[in-house]
């Protein structure tokens, strides 16, 4: 089962760009990396998801090194409205998909 | 499409009751799983479907936690007797093949006193 770290807690002025980096070191050949965003009384949301170099969608960037031993989310100029928990999740079919939700970081944003 | 649903979303039973989560998963989705967050702790999976099927149920903390997924369906979770400890947030997530994205409900509330 692939653990992850991240930094627990996170504060950003809105409009800023803000990175927030995930360690997996154990990451098995056939896992991939993907991002959740929860509020407070809700579940976790898909943000994004990849398996190496970079993926970017309409929300958010994902950058995976070629070790893929850690990741990158990047929040384009934030908003009040992303102030969540963000978790990166490492998993698989081969993995039994029993995600490791870990910690969490704790995004806040400041007006 | 319809989501993830969770009923109830709250639920506070005294210490011996017994108490059933319901989850209706995302239609077509053969894959559902639970998982739980106690008090103050990290969100920690308990056990996977596959249609019908307990494809994996290493994370039940113990037999007084019954799942169910008869038809490959719904899905409830049954704790009897409830504890203290079982206190806490329980989701269920969905998804069609197993490289697709979770899809998650809002989970229950479940206060056991």
């Known amino acids: 089962l692939a653990k992850t770290t991240q930094p627990i807690s996170m504060d950003s002025y809105e409009g800023q760009e803000v990175n927030i980096t995930c360690s997996h070191n154990?990451?098995?050949?056939?896992?991939?990396i993907t991002w959740y965003q929860q509020f407070p009384s809700q579940g976790p949301r898909f943000i994004i998801q990849?398996?190496?170099t970079k993926v970017t969608n309409e929300v958010a960037s994902l950058f995976i090194p070629a070790d893929r031993k850690s990741s990158t989310l990047s929040l384009p100029r934030v908003s009040l409205s992303d102030t969540a928990v963000y978790y990166c999740?490492?998993?698989?079919?081969?993995?039994?998909?029993?995600?490791?939700f870990g910690t969490g970081t704790s995004l806040t944003v400041i007006p | 499409e319809a989501g993830v649903t969770q009923f109830p979303s709250h639920s506070v039973i005294e210490k011996g009751q017994t108490v059933t989560l319901r989850c209706d998963p995302i239609?077509?989705?053969?894959?559902l799983y639970w998982y739980r967050r106690v008090m103050g702790k990290e969100i920690k999976f308990l056990l996977h479907?596959?249609?019908?099927?307990?494809?994996?149920e290493s994370g039940m903390p113990n037999n007084r936690f019954l799942a169910e997924r008869t038809g490959g369906t719904y899905s409830t979770l049954k704790v009897q007797p409830a504890e203290l400890e079982d206190s806490g947030v329980y989701f269920c997530?969905?998804?069609?093949?197993?490289?697709?994205?979770?899809?998650f409900g809002s989970g229950t509330q479940l206060s056991v006193l």
């Open positions: 997530a969905s998804r069609g093949g197993l490289y697709e994205k979770l899809f």
């Open positions: 154990n990451i098995a050949t056939n896992d991939y």
């Open positions: 990849g398996y190496k």
């Open positions: 999740l490492v998993g698989g079919p081969n993995t039994g998909n029993q995600f490791y």
């Open positions: 239609s077509g989705h053969d894959n």
């Open positions: 479907f596959v249609k019908e099927s307990k494809q994996d």
